[in-house]
T-cell receptor, first 114, second 114 residues
C-alpha cells in the first residue's frame, strides 16, 4: 500500500534555531517527492520537488534531501522565523497513475516561538 | 502572479442536499485535481481530470461525486447528496504539464454538513 509517514508529528523551536523534519515513504513506482508548506486554513504551497536522481535541493532557508534507496527524505529549515510556523507536508508522486497521483503525509506541525 | 481560486470559501449545507464547489484553475493549465482534507487528517486525492474527462479517481470518489469543466475556465465538484462525513476542506489544484510539474493549490472551500 502506498503510504507516506512523517515525524515528528509536532515540533516547537525558538526563533533563529534550525530544525529537521523526516519523511519515509512506500510509494511505488516512485516519480518524485515534494515538500509543501500549509498555513492553517490555506492550500499547500510547494517548497521543493525532487526526482529519484536528486539527492538535495534548496529553496532559500529550506533544504530537502532524498535517499531513494532507503525511501527517506528530510527537510532542514535554517534560521527559523515566526512565519515558518505551519504544517510541513511530505508528498510523493507515483509513476503508475496517468497524471502522477499525489500521496500526502500527515504533516509535521512546526511552531516557532519568539 | 496567477493563482487558483475557489468559491465559496465556506459552505454550510444540510445532510442530503446537493452542493457544487467551484474552482477557477490557472488559465494555461491543462490538468485539474480535487483533494479533500478532513479536519486533523491528511490531504486525500479525489480525482484528476484532463482533456474533458476523468483520468483517475480514488475510492472516495463514489457515485455521489462528479466533476465538470462546463465553460473552459471553471472546474466544479458536485456532491449529489451530502453526508455528515463529507464535511472537510476541499482543495482544487491545477498544473500545466505532466508528472514532474508543480501542482498549484487553491485556498480551499470548507464544507460543513449539518
Amino acid at each position: 500500500k502506498n503510504q507516506v509517514e512523517q515525524s515528528p508529528q509536532s515540533l516547537i523551536i525558538l526563533e533563529g534555531k534550525n530544525c529537521t523534519l523526516q519523511c519515509n515513504y512506500t510509494v511505488s513506482p516512485f516519480s518524485n517527492l515534494r515538500w509543501y508548506k500549509q498555513d492553517t486554513g490555506r492550500g499547500p504551497v510547494s517548497l521543493t520537488i525532487m526526482t529519484f536522481s536528486e539527492n538535495t535541493k534548496s529553496n532559500g532557508r529550506y533544504t530537502a534531501t532524498l535517499d531513494a534507496d532507503t525511501k527517506q527524505s528530510s527537510l532542514h529549515i535554517t534560521a527559523s522565523q515566526l512565519s515558518d510556523s505551519a504544517s510541513y507536508i511530505c508528498v510523493v508522486s507515483d509513476r503508475g497513475s496517468t497524471l502522477g497521483r499525489l500521496y500526502f503525509g500527515r504533516g509535521t506541525q512546526l511552531t516557532v516561538w519568539p | 502572479e496567477p493563482e487558483v481560486t475557489q468559491t465559496p470559501s465556506h459552505q454550510v449545507t444540510q445532510m442530503g442536499q446537493e452542493v457544487i464547489l467551484r474552482c477557477v484553475p490557472i488559465s494555461n493549465h491543462l490538468y485539474f485535481y480535487w483533494y479533500r482534507q478532513i479536519l486533523g487528517q491528511k490531504v486525500e486525492f479525489l480525482v484528476s481530470f484532463y482533456n474533458n474527462e476523468i483520468s483517475e479517481k480514488s475510492e472516495i470518489f463514489d457515485d455521489q461525486f462528479s466533476v465538470e469543466r462546463p465553460d473552459g475556465s471553471n472546474f466544479t465538484l458536485k456532491i449529489r447528496s451530502t453526508k455528515l462525513e463529507d464535511s472537510a476542506m476541499y482543495f482544487c489544484a491545477s498544473r500545466t504539464g505532466g508528472g514532474y510539474y508543480e501542482q498549484y493549490f487553491g485556498p480551499g472551500t470548507r464544507l460543513t454538513v449539518t
